[in-house]
């Protein structure tokens, strides 16, 4: 589980090895911890999707290329912001890869400072993005253990509909609706079923 003091690192998928010693000797100058891959295939097979990171990534490289890792980064739920560098860009690469969610597209040869400020600004984006995807998943792990009776209970909780009207809807009493409030709570191990509404809103759960 990530750790919220957890500093992040910097993942370089590239399948140039000058780029990569050059982007590590860069990072290593201002103290950010960096990894580097030729590959796709060789930085998927080595993810910690738990870490926090950044992601550096090359268009054109033997394999999957950087569109298709950044698809399937994707399709995991993986929350790096991703960095795409590349010689072949045009406005075309990089309208594709912003709209799938890359947060900047650079030329090579990058400029070193340009490189910095960016890299610098996605760690704290991914330091955050990575704290609250462990935090929504603290909330989903202790949501696990509830039934379904107690799932709608705590849906019409969330949704603002008070005991006497969730007893009305469910066909039931207004005693009962109450036991299920303080299952729910002592279930998930809530200080309060006002803290549980607050974690699952901010988190957008589907209950």
Same mark, same amino acid.
């Given at each position: 589980m990530t750790d919220p003091g957890t500093q992040a690192v910097v993942h370089v998928v590239d399948d140039d090895e000058d780029l990569r010693h050059s982007m590590v000797f860069l990072l290593q100058s201002v103290e950010i911890s960096a990894l580097t891959y030729p590959s796709s295939a060789s930085f998927?097979?080595?993810?910690d999707a738990q870490e926090p990171a950044v992601v550096i990534v090359d268009v054109r490289m033997p394999g999957?290329?950087?569109?298709?890792l950044q698809e399937e980064l994707v399709r995991r739920g993986y929350p790096a912001p991703i960095i795409f560098?590349?010689?072949?860009?045009?406005?075309?690469?990089?309208?594709? +890869?912003? &709209? /799938?969610? %890359?947060?900047?597209f650079?030329?090579?040869?990058? @400029?070193?400072?340009?490189?910095?400020?960016?890299?610098?600004?996605?760690?704290?984006? +991914?330091? &955050? /993005?990575? %704290?609250?995807q462990?935090?929504?998943?603290?909330? @989903?792990?202790?949501?696990?253990?509830?039934?379904?009776?107690?799932r709608e209970v705590l849906r019409l909780v969330v949704d603002g509909v008070p005991s006497?009207?969730?007893?009305?809807?469910?066909?039931?009493?207004?005693?009962?609706?109450?036991?299920?409030?303080?299952?729910?709570k002592a279930k998930t191990?809530?200080?309060?079923?006002?803290t549980l509404v607050r974690d699952v809103l901010l988190h957008q759960i589907r209950v």
């Open positions: 998927l097979e080595e993810l999957l290329s950087g569109f298709q560098c590349s010689a072949h860009g045009d406005i075309p690469m990089s309208v594709r +890869a912003m &709209r /799938a969610g %890359a947060v900047d650079l030329e090579k040869p990058y @400029e070193p400072q340009r490189m910095l400020e960016v890299v610098q600004t996605q760690l704290r984006a +991914a330091e &955050r /993005a990575f %704290a609250g462990a935090g929504r998943r603290r909330v @989903e792990e202790r949501l696990g253990g509830l039934t379904p009776r107690e006497r009207s969730i007893a009305r809807r469910l066909g039931t009493s207004v005693k009962t609706v109450d036991v299920h409030r303080a299952r729910i191990e809530a200080e309060n079923l006002g």
